[in-house]
């Protein structure tokens, strides 16, 4: 039987897309393989979101192409619809697919190993693309990546997503629907929504993100929905009152705010300001004391200056998130913020993320010792390391607790005893005896 090996680089909703398109080749007798072992086809999704993803992406290639020189290897995702020429030219690619082919992959592929190896490569007008590639991740007992959205309508000075994965569109809420029972079936009790701008479904269909999460919340089998990222000028009163009353949507908020001083924004071209997120992030911390929120936010943009970067420290340092995704500003071709005048210096952007992380070492370690003594559920998973397992609680705090194979895909009533610094993890106790999913 053929083999296959995929690497996925990138965000959630690559991941995603990664597992459907290999369960379709499972499906039709390929045996997956790791990617660091030798296969006859290997599948790279790639990312493009900054410099060093570019980088990581090329350095992929290069070592698949060493472990199997012989492979079939096809490049797609976001690097490959914004770059696909300087793909092409890696030494061992075969072929590089355009945004909009990725859903046929097993179709190429197919072809290619009929009719014998030819270098490919097939764009796409991303501007024109209407179709949705649904999918969703399996494999793992506790959890399911499920993708509901795609593409950008937003233009950000910085980013490449719109050019990478053309305008908003996504499927209609009940085939989203189906989607999620398919996940209930198989055991699975967690579901992550993602997107590239998840608040804005519904452009394709009429519908709004609430409609989603309403019918998701009615789903029987699935107990936690997450919302990966949406974006604070999406995430409505209507939406966050919905929340507290909803069964199945966790305590748990990711926001990208990327600059705190209103100035920067303006230049992102954000579409809010600092004051609107810091009424998102109250009307949350009202709704839900115990909300992990995590924020995103990019050092050193052009123009930044000094007390503009420490506007943003200290706002960050105000509004005390649970975590924060740091990432140095990175120049993207074709981007209006790659030519924009007093570029920072990169290593003053490093030294720039190296306060954030800081910052955010110590406020995640703050969040923890703030539940100590709560009492919450765990949802056990099932990798073992260092003979201990871990899971995450309805507000994602990390536990661990002594391996025990009947735990996994458990949700387990505990109680928060303290941190551990070491393995940045909750100790815990048992409350109760797991509740076992049938």
Not at 105 to 120: C, I, M, P, Q, S
Not at 237 to 253: G, N, V
Not at 255 to 265: A, H, K, Y
């Amino acid at each position: 039987m053929p083999s296959i090996a995929f690497i996925t680089l990138g965000c959630k909703l690559n991941f995603a897309e990664t597992s459907t398109l290999a369960r379709r080749f499972i499906e039709a007798g390929f045996v997956r393989t790791l990617p660091s072992q030798p296969a006859d086809v290997y599948v790279v999704n790639t990312c493009s979101v900054t410099e060093q993803a570019d980088k990581k992406c090329r350095q992929a290639i290069r070592r698949l192409t060493h472990l199997n020189p012989t492979a079939l290897v096809v490049v797609t995702g976001c690097y490959a619809q914004l770059k696909p020429d300087e793909v092409a030219q890696i030494e061992g690619v075969d072929l590089v697919l355009g945004a909009d082919r990725k859903g046929n992959l097993f179709e190429y592929v197919n072809n290619l190993r009929t009719k014998g190896k030819a270098a490919a490569i097939l764009p796409c007008d991303i501007r024109a693309v209407e179709s949705f590639f649904p999918a969703f991740s399996s494999g793992d007992r506790t959890r399911s990546f499920l993708k509901v959205q795609d593409g950008c309508d937003y233009h950000c000075s910085y980013c490449t997503i719109p050019p990478a994965r053309g305008k908003s569109r996504n499927n209609a809420v009940a085939d989203i629907i189906r989607e999620a029972e398919t996940i209930a079936a198989s055991g699975i009790r967690e579901i992550v929504l993602t997107g590239v701008n998840i608040g804005d479904f519904g452009k394709s269909t009429g519908e709004s993100f609430l409609d989603l999460l309403r019918a998701l919340d009615r789903v029987a089998g699935i107990e936690r929905i997450r919302v990966s990222s949406i974006e604070p000028n999406l995430l409505t009163d209507a939406m966050i009152e919905w929340m507290t009353q909803a069964r199945t949507i966790m305590p748990h908020f990711h926001i990208p705010l990327q600059s705190g001083c209103d100035r920067i924004l303006a230049l992102m071209r954000r579409r809010y300001r600092r004051e609107l997120f810091a009424q998102r992030l109250r009307r949350i911390k009202d709704a839900f004391p115990h909300a992990f929120i995590g924020i995103d936010v990019i050092a050193g943009f052009p123009g930044e200056r000094d007390e503009d970067f420490y506007d943003t420290y200290s706002f960050l340092e105000y509004l005390a998130p649970a975590f924060l995704h740091v990432f140095p500003y990175s120049e993207r071709p074709g981007t209006p913020a790659a030519t924009m005048p007093d570029s920072i210096p990169k290593p003053l952007r490093t030294e720039r993320v190296r306060a954030l992380n800081s910052l955010c070492a110590r406020l995640h370690r703050q969040f923890y010792e703030q539940h100590t003594g709560f009492e919450t559920r765990v949802l056990w998973e099932s990798a073992c390391k260092d003979g201990l397992m871990a899971g995450f609680t309805d507000n994602y705090l990390k536990a661990e607790t002594p391996f025990r194979r009947e735990y996994v895909g458990c949700l387990q009533p505990v109680r928060i005893t303290g941190f551990n610094p070491l393995r940045r993890t909750a100790f815990c106790e048992a409350v109760a005896v797991p509740d076992r999913a049938d």
